[in-house]
């Protein structure tokens, strides 16, 4: 865990970078649509988690909180529902290591230019990772690590990130890297993915979201940039807004289609 890096550098070095990235890779269909009836709105799937159990929600909540934490810049990983987003993540192809080459032979000393250098899928280092670690508090402090105060917490996790803590079943450093950077896309990502609820990341660095709602500021120049940010499914409703006024109209209207979808997207 990076040492005194307040949550304002984090970000700053980390967030516009991280959301701009995971916008660019959101899937085509969901930004796109040419259905003649409305589509099922997105991002309204129930938050239960599908591969963490409760103890281990239980970790990933506390660790995630204390990575990104609530401060007086607004909410953390938490809040988020970053944890919500690694549990997504952990279900479909990532977390079964779907594009990772896993076919050997492994170098646990391996430049990282040589890429993942483990046969564990991230769920295996997730679950292992995870059970070590509480293994560890218990042994240490007689508490899982979600019953740890916050400085203890940070204690744990600083270890993990300094490859202080030896585990038989997983690397430390691997775990908390994982860790580390699924927290940081949860907080940044489309929240049509399970975290960034709120589009709090979003608007902790001012990244406009997805698509190019931020055109029409672009010549307006020495003036602070003020954009509420939108997500897919905001513009996919403002779209099923549009065309439903649409409906029945002739090419003549398309400037009135063309205007209402500006005020959807607060573009001038």
Partial sequence: MPDKVSRKDFVAIAGAAVAAELAASAPAEAATHHHPAPAKALGNEPEAYTFFTDPEAA???????????TDALGPGAREARVAFYIDQQLVGQFGYAAKMYQQGPWVADASADFGYQLPLTPRDVYRLGIAATNAHCKATYNKTFDALDGAHQDDVLTALDRAELSFNSVPAKVFFE???GNTVEGFFAD????????????????FPGAGAVYYGFIEDHNR???VNPQSIADLQQAEQTAMAHMNGMGDADMAAHLALAKKALGVP
């Fill in 59 to 69: 970790f990933i909540e506390a660790a995630v909180e204390r990575l990104i934490p």
């Fill in 178 to 180: 994982m860790l580390y």
């Fill in 191 to 206: 929240p049509l993915y399970g975290g960034n609820r709120d589009k709090v990341g979003w608007k902790l660095v001012g």
């Fill in 224 to 226: 602070p940039y003020k």
